[in-house]
C-alpha cells in the first residue's frame, strides 16, 4: 500500500484552556491521520517557540504557504525526512522560531498516524513494531499547586498517584481513580473552604498547605495499597524553576513562608524523599542546575529523580546531564522539541544510558491520545497524564484499548525504582 502524501491541511481549533491552537490533517493515498498541539503553562526556557509571532493563524498561513506544496507527494513512512524537511523549511533555527514549533508537531505527528493509518496499523503498532507490548505505568496528578493553582495552594506543582505495584494498565488507572476520589474527600474534610475546584490537569485545589498535601496524599496512597493488595506510592513534580529567584538565589516557598538556598534545597528534597518514600521526583531544582540533579541522583535510592525543563526533551541537554549522573529519568514532551524524529532521538540517547523516558501530556492539551502509543512504540516505562478530566482521561482510555487489543500478550512495563 502506497502512503504518499496527497495533502496536509491545517485548521485553528481549541485546548482544555480554551486557548487556540493548530490541528492538521495529513492526507495519503491511503490514509489519513490528524494531530494538535497541546500547550505548557510552566515552560522551560530551551523549549521550542510555539508559534511565530505568538499568533495561531501566522502558524496556518504559513503551512499553506510554504509546507503543504514542499511536503506533497513525499512518501509518509519517511517520518526521518519528512522531520528533517521541517527543519529545513524553518530555515534550522534550533527553535522553530519561524514555522513554530506546534505547527512541527502537529504536521510530525498526523504525519505518522496517517503513514500508519495507510498501512492499515494502529500508530504504536507501526512505530513499534511486534515487540510493542508493554504498558506504562500512570503518574496522576492529584494535587496541584505552584503555577498550575490560584489561591493559598501549595508551592509544589503537583502530588502525583504512582501505582508502580499494579499488575495491568486498568488496574493502575482504577488504583489513581480511587486515590483521586479519596483525596478530594479528605481535602473536604481538612478544609472548609474547599469546594471541589480543579486545576487544567483535573487535579484538585485546595487552600492548605505544602506540608498538609503530604499527608493525605500519603495516608490515601497507605490505605489505597493495603485495599487493592499492591503498591500504590507517590511523587512530586517540583517545577523549582517556577519557585527560583534567581535574583536572591534562593528557591521562595510563598505558601509555607519559607526561602531555601541550593544546599537547604538539596536537603529539603532528600528528606522528603526518605520521610514519604517518594517513588519520584520531576524538577527539583531549577534548569540550568545540573549540578544539584546530579547530588540529589547519588545521595537517593529508589526514587525516579526526573528533569523535565531541566532536558526540555532536548538531546543535547539530555548529554549534559548524562556526562555527570544528573537524574535518572527524563519527561518526554514532543512539543518541547518540535517533532516525533527528535523525541524519539532524544529517548533513545535516554534508553542507551540507563535513564527512564516518561512520556507526558501538557497542562494545555487536547483530546488527541498519541502520547498513549508513542508509550507502547518506544517503550517508555511511565506516562504522565493525570488521573480525569477528559484530554488526560482520552489517553488513559487509549492505553486500556491497546492493552485489551494486546490480549495475553500485553504486560506491564520493566521498572525498577532505583
Ligand atoms: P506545563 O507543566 O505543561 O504547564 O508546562 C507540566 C509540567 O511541568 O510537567
Ligand atoms: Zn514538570
Redesign the pocket.
Known amino acids: 500500500m502506497s502512503s504518499f502524501i496527497e495533502d496536509l491541511i491545517a485548521r485553528k481549533v481549541f485546548n482544555n484552556r480554551g486557548e487556540e491552537t493548530i490541528e492538521v490533517d495529513v492526507v495519503t493515498t491511503s490514509g489519513f491521520g490528524r494531530a494538535s498541539a497541546?500547550?505548557?503553562?510552566?515552560?522551560?526556557k530551551a523549549e521550542v517557540l510555539p508559534f511565530p509571532q505568538d499568533s495561531v493563524d501566522e502558524a496556518i498561513k504559513k503551512i499553506e504557504e510554504f509546507v503543504a506544496p514542499e511536503l506533497a507527494g513525499l512518501n509518509a513512512d519517511s517520518q526521518e525526512e519528512i522531520d528533517e524537511i521541517l527543519h529545513e523549511l524553518d530555515g534550522c533555527s534550533k527553535n522553530f522560531k519561524n514555522i513554530g514549533g506546534s505547527a512541527a508537531f502537529a504536521i510530525s505527528l498526523a504525519n505518522a498516524e496517517a503513514a500508519a493509518n495507510s498501512h492499515g496499523l494502529l500508530m504504536y503498532q507501526f512505530l513499534g513494531g511486534n515487540s510493542a507490548t508493554s504498558l506504562p505505568y500512570p503518574l496522576g496528578n492529584c494535587i496541584s499547586g505552584g503555577?498550575?493553582a490560584t489561591g493559598k495552594s501549595p508551592d509544589i506543582?503537583?502530588y502525583l498517584a504512582f501505582p508502580h505495584g499494579a499488575e495491568t494498565f486498568l488496574e493502575a488507572v482504577a488504583a489513581n481513580a480511587k486515590i483521586h476520589k479519596k483525596i478530594g474527600d479528605a481535602l473536604k474534610e481538612k478544609s472548609n473552604t474547599f469546594n471541589g475546584g480543579k486545576s487544567?490537569?483535573g487535579a484538585w485545589i485546595a487552600n492548605i498547605d505544602t506540608i498538609d498535601a503530604f499527608d493525605v496524599i500519603s495516608k490515601v496512597c497507605d490505605d489505597v495499597s493495603n485495599e487493592l493488595d499492591f503498591e500504590c506510592g507517590f511523587g512530586l513534580?517540583v517545577?523549582a524553576s517556577s519557585l527560583w529567584n534567581a535574583k536572591e538565589s534562593k528557591y521562595v516557598y510563598s505558601n509555607e513562608g519559607v526561602k531555601r538556598d541550593s544546599g537547604e534545597q538539596l536537603e529539603y528534597m532528600r528528606e522528603l524523599i526518605e520521610k514519604y518514600h517518594l517513588a519520584y521526583v520531576?524538577?527539583p531544582f531549577h534548569e540550568e542546575d545540573f549540578k544539584s540533579f546530579a547530588e540529589l541522583t547519588r545521595k537517593t535510592r529508589n526514587c525516579l529523580i526526573c528533569g523535565?525543563?531541566l532536558f526540555t526533551t532536548n538531546t543535547e541537554r539530555l548529554n549534559n546531564g548524562i556526562r555527570i549522573n544528573a537524574g535518572n529519568a527524563i519527561?518526554i514532551?514532543v512539543n518541547q522539541i518540535g517533532t516525533l524524529s527528535d523525541a524519539a532521538r532524544t529517548i533513545e540517547t535516554a534508553q542507551s544510558n540507563g535513564y527512564i523516558p516518561v512520556i507526558?501530556?501538557?497542562?494545555?492539551d487536547t483530546c488527541d491520545w498519541h502520547i498513549a502509543h508513542l508509550a507502547v512504540a518506544y517503550k517508555c516505562p511511565v506516562i504522565?497524564t493525570g488521573v480525569v478530566e477528559g484530554t488526560r482521561i482520552a489517553k488513559l482510555n487509549e492505553l486500556i484499548r491497546i492493552e485489551h487489543f494486546l490480549g495475553n500478550r500485553a504486560k506491564m512495563a520493566d521498572l525498577k525504582i532505583r
Open positions: 497541546p500547550a505548557g503553562k510552566s515552560r522551560g503555577q498550575h506543582q503537583e487544567d490537569e513534580d517545577a520531576e524538577d523535565d525543563d519527561i514532551k507526558s501530556h501538557r497542562s494545555g504522565k
